[in-house]
């Protein structure tokens, strides 16, 4: 008894307030991503793309964002969204995460003017939301 009482001594030790966890990888990652998007700022819709981000455990992104932006931007975006894939792929086996495995289709971006200029956003989707979570 005396063994059990030292052991639950020392466990709740451990129960104060912990320090706050840093932030997820995957959040860093795709904070990156939503950093070099910006604005998307454009003057026509052929100016607009999208990039599939994350990955469902069964396979294919799990969601979309509109972008504007040069080539190099785009060699930047896709290298970022592939480590974003790679740490959703992780996340969801470390996980054992199962997914709602729904397609999600590329909805495609136009070019919409705003309260700050025009700007690149998704086309609304007719099925399951295309857009990132909030």
Same mark, same amino acid.
């Given at each position: ?25 995957? +959040? *860093?990652?795709? =904070?990156?991503?939503?950093? /070099? ?5 454009? !003057?026509?819709? #052929?100016? %607009? &793309? ?39 792929? +992780? *996340?969801?086996? =470390?996980?054992?995460?199962? /997914? ?5 289709? !590329?909805?495609? #971006?136009? %070019? &919409? ?22």
């Amino acid at each position: 008894m005396r063994h059990l009482s030292l052991l639950l001594l020392f466990a709740c030790g451990a129960c104060g307030a912990a320090a706050p966890a840093p932030p997820a990888a995957d +959040a *860093l990652t795709l =904070a990156r991503i939503r950093a /070099a998007i910006g604005a998307a700022s454009c !003057d026509a819709d #052929a100016q %607009c &793309r999208t990039l599939a981000l994350g990955a469902k455990s069964c396979g294919g992104p799990e969601f979309y964002l509109a972008w504007s932006g040069d080539a190099a931007l785009e060699r930047e975006l896709r290298r970022l969204a592939a480590t974003y894939r790679g740490q959703r792929e +992780a *996340l969801n086996a =470390a996980d054992d995460t199962v /997914a709602d495995c729904r397609f999600v289709s !590329d909805p495609g #971006a136009v %070019c &919409r003017p705003g309260p700050a200029g025009a700007s690149c956003v998704l086309r609304p989707a007719a099925g399951p939301a295309a857009g990132a979570p909030d």
